[in-house]
């Protein structure tokens, strides 16, 4: 979702003070967890708080929002954070500690809320991180879903 830096300000300040946002989902990154349309709650959190598997809502370089799975930190010449889509064959950029906005608390579809501590949203974040094959054969299925040849 592309954000000039005017909206990049008025997301964090509305974290700031109600302690939480609400996103709609865009894309199929993060499929079959998030879905297009699906409502994203984010709060606030502190580095210490980050969890191998946890949501992260984070601003990248050319303006836009992510919510992609933290797999884990590197270090270069500070702390990085390295994230990844669900259906994503490869990490993002590394991100620095400035561009995190918040970590997902939960999703609503339709009518259900989704939270983020349910077991079976834990257990499959830490297998689409272990198991990269569970992410080629998404992506193979939305793109043949979505009428795109490999």
């Given at each position: 979702m592309p954000v000039d830096k005017v909206s990049?300000?008025?997301?964090?300040?509305?974290?700031?003070?109600?302690?939480w946002i609400e996103l709609p989902a865009r894309g199929t990154s993060m499929y079959p967890l998030i879905k297009q349309g699906d409502i994203c709650r984010f709060v606030p959190t502190e580095?210490?708080?980050i969890r191998k598997g946890d949501i992260l809502l984070f601003h990248v370089p050319l303006?836009?929002?992510?919510?992609?799975?933290?797999a884990q930190c590197?270090?270069?010449?500070h702390q990085q954070y390295l994230c990844k889509g669900d259906t994503n064959l490869a990490y993002d950029e590394a991100i620095a500690w400035d561009q995190i906005i918040g970590r997902m608390t939960w999703i609503?579809?339709?009518?259900?809320?989704?939270?983020?501590?349910?077991?079976?949203?834990?257990?499959?974040?830490?297998?689409?991180l272990a198991v990269p094959l569970i992410?080629?054969?998404?992506?193979m299925y939305l793109n043949r879903r979505e009428g795109i040849k490999a």
């Open positions: 990049l300000q008025l997301v964090t300040q509305l974290m700031e003070k109600r302690g580095a210490a708080h303006g836009n929002l992510v919510a992609h799975r933290f590197v270090k270069k010449d609503q579809r339709d009518e259900r809320i989704i939270h983020v501590t349910e077991l079976a949203v834990y257990l499959w974040g830490r297998l689409v992410s080629l054969c998404l992506r």
